[in-house]
């Protein structure tokens, strides 16, 4: 079945470092792939996501790439901030699945000042 | 427009006791998801309703767990009889008919059997 593996945490980074949070996927088909964040005392919240392969998603300066030779979506930013911190998960979903989510494990990044 | 709400945002309850946890999706979300994490790991399926009817209830993990969703409208999900491992986090989400359209979460409903 769908699988997501995230790299595990927890991940602590100062101010202005750069980011990365590695997933990969295995999938039938041709899933589409996210980034959820979980801000401390909030739910779960989309961050980006691709649909097919070599789409580049973005939002408040994180960016992943669907990676399908190497079936990845790797979580990057180059310049955090204290307000990033939060979990945050990797996801698939396919329509032949009726768009459940298949979710990774879950990164606890902090970062501070 | 409303998001996703739930219910209790929190409950603690005695082994063996029952708790009622509520979704109230977007309205005119046909889709509903369930979804639990526990003990921080990954966050897993546990059922899907179209409207009132079950789609897909692979998820669930035993015959403890019922959910309903009369009318199409808001979902239930009874845990009878809790037990110790069925503390988590549960997380609802809706989505609107149609391809690859954005699934919204509620802040979920954080469960501690005692």
């Known amino acids: 079945g769908d699988s997501v593996t995230q790299m595990e945490g927890p991940v602590t980074l100062s101010e202005e470092a750069f980011l990365t949070i590695n997933c990969t996927y295995t999938a039938t088909g041709y899933p589409s792939l996210f980034w959820y964040v979980q801000y401390p005392g909030e739910g779960l919240q989309l961050l980006l996501k691709?649909?097919?392969?070599?789409d580049k998603g973005s939002n408040k300066g994180f960016e992943a790439t669907y990676r399908k030779e190497t079936t990845s979506f790797h979580l990057e930013k180059g310049s955090v901030q204290v307000s990033d911190s939060a979990v945050y998960f990797c996801a698939l979903s396919a329509p032949s699945n009726d768009y459940k989510l298949s979710f990774g494990a879950g990164t606890t990044v902090t970062v501070r000042a | 427009e409303a998001g996703v709400t739930q219910f209790p945002s929190h409950s603690v309850i005695e082994k063996g006791q029952t708790v009622t946890l509520r979704c109230d999706p977007i309205s005119g979300h046909d889709n509903l998801y369930w979804y639990r994490r526990v003990m921080g790991k990954e966050i897993k399926f546990l059922l899907h309703f179209v409207k009132e009817s079950k789609q897909d209830e692979s998820g669930m993990p035993n015959n403890r767990f019922l959910a309903e969703r009369t009318g199409g409208t808001y979902s239930t999900l009874k845990v009878q009889p809790a037990e110790l491992e069925d503390s988590g986090v549960y997380f609802c989400?809706?989505?609107?008919?149609?391809?690859?359209?954005?699934?919204?979460f509620g802040q979920g409903t954080r469960l501690t059997v005692v």
């Open positions: 989400a809706s989505r609107r008919q149609g391809k690859n359209t954005e699934a919204f």
């Open positions: 691709a649909t097919k392969a070599d």
